[in-house]
């Protein structure tokens, strides 16, 4: 059974520019959630999609978007890019929401100079 | 502000050991716990979860959750080297449906 695939691996972006990601969940999860991780805050939450809506959202800036299409696949967006945006982004796939375990893709790590 | 706190460490113990790394939630309602593994550059891996009072055993790992205490433990028996890596405690609010992570415990593992 495939895993959750995020692509692309690594991104290095200039400040200013915009930049998506993208996930693929495990075949059968129906939610995607976004994690930002970096040294200093650790694993952060930035938003989760069911079935195509962005059912919860973080406290991050409306810089960070995102979309779930109808096969659970989702992407990310961030616009905008700040230094601080560098970090890697790790996508999290479950079968249903509310407490079900959740499998982590490899991430995206995404620097900003 | 719900939150998540575990011991940064790093906790060494020698190979064949038990290793207890433990985590406090604010979070009364919490429901839903579990442990993920985290190595040097790489995405975090469920190792364990847990929803009711007690202990979960799989294989070398135990899970240990007190409600009342609101405190959420992961025992590592015969301790490897390959054990050593970053153990994150994860848990789902009252009435939430995202993930709150602590900072993790980093292990280390002695031969």
């Known amino acids: 059974k495939a895993g959750v695939t995020q692509t692309p691996r690594y991104l290095i972006k200039t400040r200013g520019q915009q930049v998506t990601l993208s996930c693929s969940p495990i075949?059968?999860?129906?939610?995607v959630s976004w994690y930002q991780q970096t040294p200093g805050q650790g694993l952060q939450f930035l938003f989760e999609y069911f079935s195509e809506t962005q059912r919860n959202k973080g406290n991050f800036p409306g810089r960070f978007s995102g979309r779930q299409f109808s096969n659970s696949r989702s992407e990310m967006n961030v616009s905008t890019l700040e230094l601080g945006d560098s970090a890697l982004y790790l996508c999290?796939?479950?079968?249903?929401?509310?407490?079900?375990?959740?499998?982590f893709g490899q991430g995206t790590r995404l620097t900003v100079v | 502000q719900k939150e998540v706190e575990q011991n940064s460490g790093p906790l060494s113990v020698p190979e064949g050991a038990i290793a207890s790394l433990n985590c406090t939630y604010s979070?009364?309602?919490?429901?839903?716990f579990f442990w993920y593994r985290q190595y040097s550059g790489k995405s975090p891996e469920l190792i364990m979860s847990i929803y009711s009072n007690g202990d979960k055993e799989d294989g070398r790992f135990t899970a240990q959750l007190n409600k009342a205490s609101q405190y959420v433990s992961l025992l590592i028996r015969d301790s490897q080297p390959s054990d050593s890596a970053t153990y994150l405690c994860a848990v789902v609010g009252a009435g939430s449906y995202q993930l709150t992570f602590g900072k993790g415990t980093k292990l280390s593992v002695i031969p």
């Open positions: 075949s059968g999860h129906r939610s």
């Open positions: 999290a796939s479950s079968k249903d929401r509310g407490g079900t375990e959740a499998f």
């Open positions: 979070d009364r309602g919490s429901q839903s």
